[in-house]
């Protein structure tokens, strides 16, 4: 088994509630508002604390007034500011820039990070962001297969030996005598994460392609993750890849305290779960048995015994979005109470 690894999801927009209001995002429900120095500061503090990598979703316009940094600046800048963590898309929409034009930039990010990049990738859902911004919103399948394409196009661009160019001729995507000088510092290629649930289609490109499958938050509890893991390793089986390959990860929520008062609020805060049109079929998390069941939460021990839980399932990699940020009280009692458990 690999070795554990815990990793710190970037507020990239403030979720608080206005006055009166239910929070506007389940993922920072006590942020007010966005802030440049207070998200540095989150980063800094992961660093410090021994997180592995940082992560930022790939959106465009979610959280208070739509306010969001956008994802590839911000792992850029994050990667100055900071010497030894990663950082990592969680996941990049794969239409919202050209692949070709992903792999220069990863390429470039790889080199520049001193090899700290980690590349999340997906097809993309969020059908709102593609009607404002101007794109095209293709039906779930061809979303797929052109992620399909793109990171077979990625994987060819920095396969190629210095000064030779790539070429692709695919059905969504094709380029010509391509360079991608200097290549990733990485060998092969920066660690390739795909998101994303689809039995048969997803998860089937997962056992392709991915050096990391990412179950989204609502696919996180135990017996969801036994499942879906064992999805991927009968896809494995099919195209003739080990299943030892591929690393597991988890993406939720954490509340971490010894504070009843605290959790209470933090759970009433995060509570119902306001669902995208996309978890329409999603059970109601409404309740601190239900929410339990997805999310580790509690006091240190409560924590690292939820954490326990999803280890033994096969996941290695804990991407963790602290709900009660920007008060970093959880993430440090977190890093000094519940990362220990699993050095």
Not at 35 to 48: C, K, M, Q
Not at 68 to 89: K, P, R
Request: charged share 30%; hydrophobic share 35%; glycine share 8%.
């Amino acid at each position: 088994m690999s070795d554990i690894s815990f990793e710190y999801n970037v507020p990239v927009f403030a979720g608080a509630p206005d006055e009166g209001s239910e929070p506007i995002h389940r993922d920072t429900p006590a942020y007010e508002s966005l802030d440049w120095e207070t998200t540095l500061e989150g980063v800094r503090r992961a660093e410090e604390l021994g997180f592995d990598a940082a992560w930022a979703p790939d959106h465009l316009m979610l959280g208070r007034d739509n306010a969001e940094y956008e994802c590839w600046t911000l792992l850029s800048a994050l990667a100055g500011e900071t010497d030894d963590i990663d950082v990592g898309s969680l996941v990049l929409c794969n239409d919202y820039r050209n692949p070709a034009l992903v792999a220069k930039m990863a390429a470039t990010l790889d080199v520049v990070s001193g090899g700290r990049l980690q590349l999340g990738l997906g097809a993309g859902w969020h059908e709102p962001e593609y009607d404002a911004y101007g794109w095209e919103y293709r039906d779930g399948f061809e979303r797929l297969m052109r992620l399909d394409e793109s990171i077979r196009l990625m994987k060819r661009m920095w396969d190629t030996s210095p000064g030779e160019g790539a070429d692709f001729d695919g059905d969504h995507y094709q380029i010509e005598d391509a360079h991608c000088e200097p290549g990733p510092v990485q060998d092969p290629h920066p660690p390739i994460l795909v998101g994303g649930q689809g039995e048969e289609v997803t998860l089937k490109l997962v056992a392709k392609h991915a050096d990391v499958w990412n179950t989204d938050v609502f696919n996180g509890d135990v017996s969801t993750l036994e499942h879906k893991i064992s999805v991927i390793e009968d896809h494995c089986e099919t195209v003739g890849r080990d299943p030892d390959d591929i690393e597991y990860s988890w993406d939720g929520h954490v509340i971490c305290t010894r504070d009843e008062a605290k959790f209470d609020r933090l759970l009433d805060l995060m509570t119902p779960i306001q669902f995208e049109e996309e978890y329409q079929d999603q059970a109601p998390i409404e309740t601190e048995e239900d929410a339990r069941e997805y999310f580790v939460m509690g006091t240190p021990e409560e924590c690292a015994e939820a954490i326990e839980d999803r280890v033994e399932a096969g996941v290695t990699k804990f991407q963790c979005w602290f709900v009660d940020y920007p008060d970093f009280d959880g993430m440090e009692l977190f890093a000094d109470e519940v990362m220990p458990e699993f050095a």
